[in-house]
């Protein structure tokens, strides 16, 4: 069964510092998406970042990066010179096999930036 | 632009009232999405419109009717609701494989 996870619960980084949000997956389907959401105190799910199974190069958004190793089945974000405002939850999700439409969400990783 | 407005930003009603949620996006997305988020949980899905057809109900109360009067308004009509049921209620919209999110209804049921 398809699964994603993410081991860490809460993280800490210094502002400025980059760090690194674990995230693995399980799937049997050789075409898959895997996506990043940032969602903020506020409530809001923001869209980051997206890797395809197929993409040939990890995925970058600004300072946002998508550390895609497909053997390893792990797809780690990167978010490089922290600011204050990356404290937030982060998610890490999968498209559902052979559905256009459901997501599988991991557990999330709340991330504190320190001043 | 991705935006995905929500009203109202709070919502508190009583187990007897009718209330409704709205949902509206304008960048001609062809999906449309409601989900539940309980605290320190990631969001459940919970019903998907395509062009304007329920596609998917994932088991939801009845207490919970969905409605899209068209390709850009999603509506969520709560009625008899539990306190269980207080949670982020989120909605979303796609045209191909990214979901985008609005900010979301905070809804207490006392």
């Known amino acids: 069964a398809q699964k994603i996870t993410q081991t860490q619960p809460g993280m800490f980084v210094q502002e400025k510092e980059a760090v690194t949000l674990d995230c693995t997956y399980d799937t049997s389907d050789p075409s898959y998406g895997l996506f990043w959401y940032k969602q903020p105190s506020s409530g809001e799910m923001i869209f980051l970042i997206y890797q395809g199974s197929y993409d040939q190069q990890n995925a970058t958004e600004g300072r946002y990066s998508l550390n895609f190793q497909k053997a390893r089945k792990s797809a780690n974000l990167v978010i490089s010179a922290s600011q204050l405002g990356d404290s937030a939850m982060y998610f890490c999700?999968?498209?559902?096999?052979?559905?256009?439409?459901?997501?599988?969400f991991g557990s999330g990783t709340r991330l504190l930036v320190r001043p | 632009d991705t935006e995905v407005t929500q009203t109202p930003k709070h919502l508190v009603m009583g187990m007897t009232n009718k209330k409704s949620l709205k949902c509206e996006q304008h960048m001609g997305h062809r999906a449309m999405y409601w989900y539940k988020q309980k605290a320190k949980k990631p969001p459940e899905l919970m019903f998907v419109?395509?062009?304007?057809?329920?596609?998917i109900n994932e088991s939801v109360p009845s207490r919970f009717s969905p409605e899209c009067p068209n390709s850009s308004l999603l509506n969520l009509h709560l009625h008899a609701l539990q306190p269980e049921d207080s949670a982020l209620y989120l909605c979303?919209?796609?045209?191909?494989?990214?979901?985008?999110f609005g900010p979301g209804t905070r809804l207490l049921v006392l």
């Open positions: 999700a999968m498209r559902e096999e052979g559905s256009s439409y459901k997501l599988i």
């Open positions: 419109y395509s062009y304007e057809k329920l596609s």
């Open positions: 979303a919209s796609s045209q191909d494989r990214t979901q985008y």
